[in-house]
């Protein structure tokens, strides 16, 4: 995968390529980065890529043709590559889009800064508009960057050894199961049972109520939308019915109650 970035301030990529899964997936030549400064593609003698809004108002506006020469520039270069606007305007962006994304050979990122770009951009030159989620950032690098993070540990060989991408949240619609590392005993709390039995069977089936219990109590929204199993739904039956033994059990205490009541 070809990561081109196209912001006016290149130099925040730095770090950002430097460390960890990124850096790895770079030396190993999984992905290949480059951050292009669009103020290279000014055509004036003073760089400049923003101007006033036409209609007056405060903020500035990105001006079309530095952004359209950069974009240009980049996708000459590698022209299957998908085009992606960051805009809180866009699709918002989650786990399948990250899918979708890791499936293109290159990937060019436009990075707006200041009220936004010029509307004419858009539509010729823009495969996509992504959101990375409903807040007010002050540019789009941060949102490239987490877009690059995301697809970057989706293609295949980028995550080391163990940690596979299928393994973890959201890859089966669920949020990850509880962790536990040593000690066996912290501040009272003790590491469940089955995690240490070495019993490979009960922990995956551990693993799976973890998952559900997690994602039924934080996102019961992810639930909804998903396609069960047939354990899964094993499971979520159980406890169906012990909710329901709990709740007749209560229901019953009250209507003796009332029972009482009346007598007296
Ligand atoms: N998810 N921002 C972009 C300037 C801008 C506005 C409109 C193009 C069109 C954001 C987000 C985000 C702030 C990045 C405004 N550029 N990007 N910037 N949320 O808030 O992606």
Redesign the pocket.
Known sequence: MNFVVLTIFPEMFEPFWAHGIIRRAIEHKKIFTSALNIRDYAQDRHQVTDDRPYGGGSGMV?KPGPLAGAIRSATRKMPAAGTV??????RP?DQNLAKELASFDGLVLI???????DERISHELIDYE???????????EL?AMIIVDAVTRLIPGALGGEDAAENDSFANGLLEHAQYTRPRMFEGQEVPEVLLSGHHQEIKKWRLESSLMRTLMKRSDLLQNKDLNRQEIEILDKWRNEINKILQCHHREREDLKGKEEKI
């Open positions: 990105m606007l960051l805009t809180p305007q866009g962006f990075c707006g800064r200041y009220e936004g770009v992504i959101s990375i989620g409903d807040y007010v950032l002050t540019g789009g949102a």
